[in-house]
């Protein structure tokens, strides 16, 4: 059974950090395109960083660029978001997801994942 479970989600204050882990079981890891999204309520789930396994390429969405970091240990099947200078905007419930490597097109696209984990809120105050 494929699982993701995400941690280290909180409230912290405007240029604050946090370092957001997701454990992932059930699935050769190595072998999957994996990300992180987020969602603000009464807003759409949106892309916020990914890594693609066929090119080894990663994206970042124009709002957290410079910023947030995305990483990934294989050896412990863990991604992370290591996400620093947060703003209020950040503020959301981010998931991380998985699909099977594919042609990076689309891989920022929340559509176009197959597991999810069940989200951890970041809450960033003014």
């Known amino acids: 059974e494929v699982q993701l479970v995400e941690s280290g989600g909180g409230l912290v204050q405007a240029g604050g950090s946090l370092r957001l882990s997701c454990a992932a079981s059930?699935?050769?890891?190595?072998?999957?395109?994996i990300g992180w999204f987020r969602q603000a309520p009464g807003k759409e789930r949106k892309g916020v960083s990914c890594?693609?396994?066929?090119?080894?390429?990663?994206y970042y969405a124009d709002s957290v660029k410079g910023r947030f970091t995305i990483s990934s240990d294989n050896a412990k099947n863990t991604m992370y978001l290591e996400m620093n200078s947060l703003k209020p905007e950040d503020t959301a419930v981010y998931f991380c997801?998985?699909?099977?490597?594919?042609?990076?097109?689309?891989?920022?696209?929340?559509?176009?994942?197959?597991?999810w984990g069940q989200g951890t809120q970041v809450t960033v105050s003014s």
């Open positions: 059930g699935f050769k890891f190595d072998d999957y395109d």
């Open positions: 997801a998985a699909r099977l490597s594919q042609d990076p097109l689309g891989a920022h696209e929340p559509d176009n994942y197959d597991y």
């Open positions: 890594i693609t396994r066929s090119r080894g390429s990663v």
